[in-house]
Antibody, heavy 118, light 106 residues
Framework: EIQLQESGPGLVKPSQSLSLTCSVTGYTITSGYDWSWIRKFPGNKMEWMGYISYSGSTNYNPSLKSRISITRDTSKNQFFLQLNSVTTEDTATYYCAPLTGGSLFDYWGQGVMVTVSS | DIQMTQSPASLSASLGETVTIECRAS??????LAWYQQKPGKSPQLLIYNANSLHTGVPSRFSGSGSGTQYSLKINSLQSEDVASYFCQQYYDYPTFGSGTKLEIK
């Protein structure tokens, strides 16, 4: 079974970059799927941020395109999120999840809460 | 992007009751709709996909229906373990989510 674990700083200062890691076990990220980042804001709104595909191509939510980068380390079976120029509005719980067949999220990490504050 | 409008925002019902949660898409999503359950402190879990297909292991008291722009999730015979937030997600275009419904037991 696919298991995912997010990690990274829980506190980021405004204007800095947010960097998170998703470690995947039970499946090789180069075998298939689109490896996504999703965030849930206080108040429950959820936003798909983007993905890196099994082949290494990326696709981002247009609302974040200028600030986001998703990369990977295939040797470690990890993928990464970098979000630049953060503001308090980027405070959220960040999840990693693969987009499986049919564009569904049927495996999720436990999530990591990130607060943007000075 | 496709906007998903979900209602109600919160819902309180008694054990054994039937509840319905609705999602409306800003354009036709051709049944490209999923429903998720998120219990407090846990990650979301897929319940329904393709608007009306039950995901593996999900109890049959959950069902989905709809077409075009209007979709609904029904929970029959409400159980205490159904206390959770529920949200819809369309995948006709890049994924977007409803705003969620918090379900409580009266």
């Amino acid at each position: 079974e696919i298991q995912l674990q997010e990690s990274g700083p829980g506190l980021v200062k405004p204007s800095q970059s947010l960097s998170l890691t998703c470690s995947v076990t039970g499946y090789t990220i180069t075998s298939g799927y689109d490896w996504s980042w999703i965030r849930k804001f206080p108040g429950n709104k959820m936003e798909w941020m983007g993905y890196i595909s099994y082949s290494g191509s990326t696709n981002y939510n247009p609302s974040l395109k200028s600030r986001i980068s998703i990369t990977r380390d295939t040797s470690k079976n990890q993928f990464f999120l970098q979000l630049n120029s953060v503001t308090t509005e980027d405070t959220a719980t960040y999840y990693c999840a693969p987009l499986t067949g049919g564009s569904l999220f049927d495996y999720w990490g436990q999530g990591v809460m990130v607060t943007v504050s000075s | 992007d496709i906007q998903m409008t979900q209602s109600p925002a919160s819902l309180s019902a008694s054990l054994g009751e039937t509840v319905t949660i609705e999602c409306r898409a800003s354009e036709d999503i051709y049944n490209g709709l999923a429903w998720y359950q998120q219990k407090p402190g846990k990650s979301p879990q897929l319940l329904i996909y393709n608007a009306n297909s039950l995901h593996t292991g999900v109890p049959s008291r959950f069902s989905g229906s709809g077409s075009g722009t209007q979709y609904s999730l029904k929970i029959n015979s409400l159980q205490s373990e159904d206390v959770a937030s529920y949200f819809c997600q369309q995948y006709y275009d890049y994924p977007t989510f409803g705003s969620g419904t918090k379900l409580e037991i009266k």
